[in-house]
């Protein structure tokens, strides 16, 4: 039942936290797009761990992301306005790079099929 609970939080969670990054920070380093991938609430709702995947140049990239983690106190507070939970949980930025990582396999993946077609050629 617990698990239950801390899932729909999860889940709460992010789709709130991504509403919050997406239309009311105002920061204007966060110049890259930025997805919430995932976030982790821990079983006593002290701390979120909130993994987001930013679109973007390195630069851009390192400016959104310390952007973010600057607003780390924004976030909460507007996360405690909008879910009534009886603690609302410290937010923990995290750098989510698994969708970078995946195109990369992709792409990797591309190229030795492409290899392969021309070896059969």
């Known amino acids: 039942m617990a698990n239950y609970r801390i899932g729909r939080i999860n889940e709460e969670m992010k ?8 239309n009311d920070v105002k920061d204007p380093r966060v110049t890259a797009m930025v997805s919430v991938t995932r976030v982790d609430v821990t079983r006593d709702q002290k701390y979120a761990k909130v993994y ?10 390192e400016e959104t992301f310390e952007a973010l983690k600057n607003s780390e106190g924004f ?12 603690n609302t949980p410290e937010i923990i930025m ?12 992709d792409s990797i993946l591309h190229k030795i099929k ?7 050629e």
């Not at 987001?52 to 990239?61: A, D, T």
């Not at 976030?75 to 009886?86: A, F, M, W």
């Not at 698994?98 to 990369?104: A, D």
């Open 15 to 22: 789709r709130e936290i991504s509403d919050i990054i997406r």
């Open 52 to 61: 987001v995947s930013i679109y973007g140049k390195n630069k851009s990239k």
């Open 75 to 86: 976030i909460r507070r507007e996360v405690g306005h909008r879910i009534k939970l009886r």
């Open 94 to 105: 995290k750098l989510d790079d698994t969708i970078e990582y995946g195109m990369h396999i």
């Open 114 to 120: 492409e290899n392969e077609k021309h070896d059969n």
